[in-house]
């Protein structure tokens, strides 16, 4: 059987990281594509059930749904298939997705495809994170993430510039065309997958430890040196970890209790938390229905909602390239009480300019600039925070025994929470106006003591790391303990590392 030769060192990197990164990007562009459908005239015509809210906010929202699904489905078996057969798996339903949304002439049938396309979806967002994560160097690990997260921002923008040039287009092309551009993003996952190493960390969870050594060597760029130390260290340092995890596997039930060592159970309510935190913003309540809510809202017409719409998600896209910098500077912890902080503000600000136009009408303009420069301001905010730094943190804090489950329940939880906003945005903007803002701002303002007492700094550490950071702090608490909060890894973290290189022989 013929077999492509994989390339290795900065090269093996870069079409992990093409294949983490189009695939995020391809999960941003079906978050922001459906959004000029909804407004297309053609796309109502053929489709008169939306002008139903509740039907509108089902069709919007079941694609979340299925990602949820999607995700459950990578919970119970990315473990067995492995990162690569799971990816491909994804790609494979995104595909069938994608075509049934092209060609649906009645709703249900294009109901059906947004759901088997978030059902793929669900896979592949579970999965790439983590997938990256585990081969990705310590130092560089946390901006190769974002990175991913940023492409999934891209994606969103390309997909409201779409909407945007699409305006004048008439008839069925305004809407199918933007669907079908989807297809671009898996092909192109599907010519870099194949160049892609396994994850060694999985490998050497299924007991493959030579093929695990083969692959790291790749990814390292040492595969003729198989005795460098660096390697050999860091294999060590894999395997003592999950040899530990292994020794100190207890029952489901205890670790559902928290009576483990290693505190799964806590390290996925903190992985799920991120997932919640970044949904219950309103992040994907303003996203697929952005050009709606700047019609409906703010009064503006529909050429003006797909420019501004198209606008903020650059500016969402620049805030993220931002983050790319400001994740390992800052620090995780650091970042997402500033998000909780800023995005609970802009909603503030929002809801009140809201009420203001409504009790003065001859004021309706001015107010509708300020509300809409507070959702310029809500992407800066939210896309230097809360968008990149959760799926950050959620691939690397979990254990290596737990992590493709960990992330998948947080990914599921992002999903489950993204099709409760999303369902009832269009129902609660139309029934409470400008209250509906202040929701959200009581959602983002309520995060910050969340993140200030719960959750530990993750930065500038290994993978290996984050066991010691839950062997050592029982308490949920970690806002009294400089070593769980401080942003540089600390001495202790070091010298824990040199102990399981020195225990573990090859």
Known sequence: MFRLPLPSGKWSLVCLTLTNSVS??????DQGIFAGALISPDFAQIFPEIHDASLSGITSSCFSLGAFLGCLAAFSFGDRLGRKKTVWAGLVLNVIGAILQITAYHLPQMIVGRVINGFGKGITSSTCPVFMAETSPAHVRGRLVVLGSLCNTMGFCIANWINFA??????????????????????????????????????LLRGQFQKARMVLAKLRGTEHDLDDRDLNNELRSIQRTLQDEQTAFVPIVDVLLFRDSTQNFRRLLLSCGTQLIQQFSGVNALGYFLPTLLIESVGVSNHLARLLAAAIATVYLSAAFMCLLLVDLVGRRKLMIYGSIATGSCYLVAAVTLKEAM????????????????????????GTSFAKVSWVYNSEINSLGWRTRAAAAATATNW??????????????????WGFYLIFAGFCWSFLPIIFLFYPETSHRTLEDMNEIFKRSNSPFVFMDSILTQQDRPQFYVEAEQRRVQITSV
């Open 24 to 29: 995020l990007a391809h999960f941003g562009y």
């Open 166 to 203: 699409l305006f004048n287009e008439i008839g069925a092309f305004q809407w199918r065309f933007a669907l079908a551009f989807q297809l671009v993003f898996p092909v192109i996952v599907a010519a870099f997958l194949p160049l892609s190493v396994e994850s060694p960390r999985w490998l």
């Open 359 to 382: 009790l003065h009408p001859e004021q309706k303009h001015s107010l509708g600039i300020a509300t809409v420069a507070m959702f310029f301001l809500y992407y800066f905010c939210y």
């Open 416 to 433: 489950m929470s993204g099709f409760i906003t999303v369902q009832f945005t269009k129902v609660g903007v139309d029934n409470l106006g």
